[in-house]
């Protein structure tokens, strides 16, 4: 008899439909699978024997024939486990039940039946959903990830005997249900703040506009200023997902097996900080098994490089046209593997090797040829994707010893909120969602300067001997303040703190 079983596979960050064709017949007892399994697919057969025989099953002693369509994409993974199995048992007739042409199964089989979690799972099942299957049966743990995917009956399976218990009427699984409102409704929660941030105001303040901009930013200061305090804190002020991004990262945590335990979706914007030792491939994604790097995780969020020369130059490289384009694209000879990586990159450094170079309380014992080098480390293409570069001073005693409480996260979010909602309106239609994407020609069109400000501008150009790429970063930067201000036209005041934003430039890479 032969039967087909429905399963579901990962391309990039979607899944496709597997068809597991089971055919069992007379002959000399034989077991094979076709349809380019790898080897964690070929090694499925040992871990079904053992699952099927501690649940009072067989494998028959015949011929079975197992194929995966399409036959033409290489399957990998142990996910398939589960829909092998159960063709295996309803072709050689071990159990009968309904149809199946509406279920999907996924699920990996320990040697004693027990199912245990895969990643991806979410991927997976929307695309089963998406192909008319209503019946979804995944690893219990699992499970409320799963049933994010609402109208679909979402079964959490524990064990092979459970699932069989189910599929033959004896004992029913009651299927998993979460309550997406419930759970989206809840506020973000961050365990940081903002208002634990004691004085540094201007850099809270650059913090801001890189937030209500969506710009890239590199914080320079000495050892211990707070550079990664103020860097954690950055998505306490950035809007709150929408219901489709926090859908997206959570499919790419899914598929990297990260999400977070207890929770069946990613709610608030994700941090990630690699370690500068990170390779290439972890930074960006890829690996024979192609799977999403930091930079994808950090999708909608924030990318954190601290101790950014420290960094691995071919690492830093690689990154390069992501940021640029938003996505990774991984080629194989499988085909090619697409990870969207929208991320706010911020980066920090100290100013030279000894970290105290143009520090007004510590000498800076590094020879100009040290801090030449140092600063060197960091590639002027890399450097020209950052829009704010913010010198983090160390923090006065008297601000640290204020009674004050600053201001706390929502507050500022509420002011990057109103910035942002601007934005979302002006460049509806164009592809652009905030200021730091916008084009040579939308800078054009958009950042319109009053006859003043542009004075200045030309002034400040010369003056510091700006160069055309810098010109324009200063123009999105100002458009962004001039949003932070409700103003229409970008006048003086937002010119003259957008090329504040620039003087490092000068300063340390003079
Ligand atoms: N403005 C501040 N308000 C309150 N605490 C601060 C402030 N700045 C620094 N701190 C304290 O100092 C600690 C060190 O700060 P942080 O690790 O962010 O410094 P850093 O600039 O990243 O240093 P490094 O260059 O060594 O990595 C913080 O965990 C915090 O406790
Ligand atoms: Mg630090």
Same mark, same amino acid.
């Given at each position: 008899?032969?039967?087909?079983?429905?399963?579901?596979?990962?391309?990039?960050?979607?899944?496709?439909?597997?068809?597991?064709?089971?055919?069992?017949?007379?002959?000399?007892?034989?077991?094979?699978?076709?349809?380019?399994?790898?080897?964690?697919?070929?090694?499925?057969?040992?871990?079904?024997?053992?699952?099927?025989?501690?649940?009072?099953?067989?494998?028959?002693?015949?011929?079975?024939?197992?194929?995966?369509?399409?036959?033409?994409?290489?399957?990998?993974?142990?996910?398939?486990?589960?829909?092998?199995?159960?063709?295996?048992?309803?072709?050689?007739?071990?159990? &009968?039940?309904?149809?199946?042409?509406?279920?999907?199964?996924?699920?990996?089989? +320990?040697?004693?039946?027990?199912?245990?979690?895969?990643?991806?799972?979410?991927?997976?099942?929307? @695309?089963?959903?998406?192909?008319?299957?209503?019946?979804? &049966?995944?690893?219990?743990?699992?499970?409320?990830?799963?049933?994010?995917?609402?109208?679909?009956?979402?079964?959490?399976?524990? +064990?092979?005997?459970?699932?069989?218990?189910?599929?033959?009427?004896?004992?029913?699984?009651?299927?998993?249900?979460?309550?997406?409102?419930?759970?989206?409704? /809840?506020?973000?929660?961050?365990?940081?703040?903002?208002?634990?941030?004691?004085?540094?105001?201007?850099?809270?303040?650059?913090?801001?506009?890189?937030?209500?901009?969506?710009?890239?930013v590199l914080l320079i200061?000495?050892?211990?200023?707070?550079k990664?305090?103020?860097?954690?804190?950055?998505?306490?002020?950035?809007?709150?997902?929408? &219901?489709?991004?926090?859908?997206?990262?959570? @499919?790419?945590?899914?598929?990297?097996?990260?999400?977070?335990?207890?929770?069946?979706?990613?709610?608030?914007?994700? &941090?990630?900080?690699?370690?500068h030792?990170?390779?290439?491939?972890?930074?960006?994604?890829?690996?024979?098994?192609? /799977?999403?790097?930091?930079?994808?995780?950090?999708?909608?969020?924030?990318?954190f490089l601290d101790e950014l020369p420290e960094f691995?130059?071919?690492a830093l490289?690689?990154?390069?046209?992501?940021?640029?384009?938003?996505?990774?694209?991984?080629?194989?000879?499988?085909?090619?593997?697409?990870?969207?990586?929208?991320?706010?990159l911020v980066a920090s450094m100290n100013?030279?090797?000894?970290?105290?170079?143009?520090?007004? /309380?510590?000498?800076?014992?590094?020879?100009?040829?040290?801090?030449?080098?140092y600063l060197?480390k960091v590639s002027?293409?890399l450097l020209?994707?950052i829009?704010?570069?913010?010198?983090?001073?160390?923090?006065?005693?008297?601000?640290?010893? +204020?009674?004050? @409480?600053?201001?706390?996260?929502?507050?500022?979010?509420?002011?990057?909120?109103?910035?942002?909602?601007?934005?979302?309106?002006?460049?509806?239609?164009?592809?652009?969602?905030?200021? +730091?994407?916008?084009?040579?020609?939308?800078?054009?069109?958009?950042?319109?300067?009053?006859?003043?400000?542009?004075?200045?501008?030309?002034?400040?150009?010369?003056?510091?001997?700006?160069?055309?790429?810098?010109?324009?970063?200063?123009?999105?930067?100002?458009?962004?303040?001039?949003?932070?201000?409700?103003?229409?036209?970008?006048?003086?005041?937002?010119?003259?703190?957008?090329?504040?934003?620039?003087?490092?430039?000068?300063?340390?890479?003079?």
């Open positions: 008899m032969i039967t087909k079983i429905n399963s579901c596979g990962l391309k990039g960050i979607d899944g496709y439909i597997i068809s597991v064709e089971t055919g069992v017949s007379g002959g000399f007892p034989a077991w094979e699978i076709v349809g380019l399994p790898d080897a964690s697919v070929r090694e499925s057969k040992e871990r079904i024997r053992s699952a099927l025989n501690n649940t009072g099953y067989v494998v028959p002693g015949r011929r079975i024939v197992i194929n995966l369509a399409p036959a033409d994409v290489k399957k990998e993974g142990a996910y398939l486990d589960l829909p092998i199995t159960v063709g295996l048992l309803t072709a050689s007739e071990q159990i &009968f039940c309904g149809s199946l042409s509406k279920a999907a199964f996924m699920g990996e089989l +320990s040697l004693d039946g027990a199912v245990r979690r895969i990643d991806g799972v979410l991927p997976m099942v929307i @695309k089963a959903y998406q192909s008319g299957m209503t019946e979804i &049966f995944v690893p219990f743990d699992n499970a409320e990830e799963a049933a994010v995917v609402s109208g679909a009956n979402v079964y959490g399976v524990r +064990s092979l005997g459970q699932l069989i218990d189910h599929l033959t009427g004896k004992r029913m699984i009651a299927p998993t249900k979460v309550n997406i409102d419930e759970i989206f409704g /809840k506020a973000a929660k961050y365990t940081y703040d903002f208002s634990e941030v004691k004085g540094q105001e201007n850099v809270k303040r650059a913090m801001e506009v890189a937030a209500a901009g969506g710009h890239n200061g000495p050892p211990g200023s707070g990664t305090m103020l860097a954690q804190r950055l998505p306490t002020i950035l809007p709150d997902l929408t &219901f489709d991004e926090a859908l997206e990262s959570t @499919k790419i945590h899914s598929i990297a097996g990260k999400m977070p335990k207890g929770a069946p979706m990613i709610l608030t914007r994700p &941090f990630r900080s690699p370690h030792t990170v390779s290439a491939v972890a930074l960006s994604g890829g690996g024979s098994n192609p /799977k999403p790097g930091e930079i994808s995780l950090s999708h909608n969020g924030v990318l691995r130059k071919d490289e690689v990154m390069r046209q992501p940021l640029e384009d938003g996505v990774v694209t991984i080629t194989r000879v499988q085909g090619s593997y697409s990870y969207p990586c929208n991320v706010m100013p030279c090797p000894c970290g105290y170079y143009g520090d007004r /309380k510590h000498d800076c014992t590094c020879t100009p040829k040290k801090i030449a080098a060197g002027g293409p020209d994707r829009d704010l570069h913010i010198e983090v001073p160390a923090v006065e005693y008297d601000e640290l010893d +204020s009674k004050e @409480k600053p201001e706390s996260s929502a507050d500022i979010k509420k002011r990057v909120d109103r910035a942002r909602k601007i934005q979302t309106e002006r460049y509806r239609g164009t592809g652009v969602y905030s200021n +730091s994407g916008l084009t040579p020609s939308l800078v054009e069109k958009y950042c319109v300067l009053s006859g003043a400000a542009n004075n200045m501008l030309k002034a400040a150009f010369e003056s510091l001997g700006m160069s055309g790429r810098a010109y324009n970063r200063v123009l999105k930067v100002a458009r962004t303040i001039a949003d932070l201000d409700g103003s229409d036209i970008i006048g003086e005041s937002h010119i003259a703190e957008a090329v504040q934003y620039r003087s490092l430039d000068r300063k340390f890479w003079a």
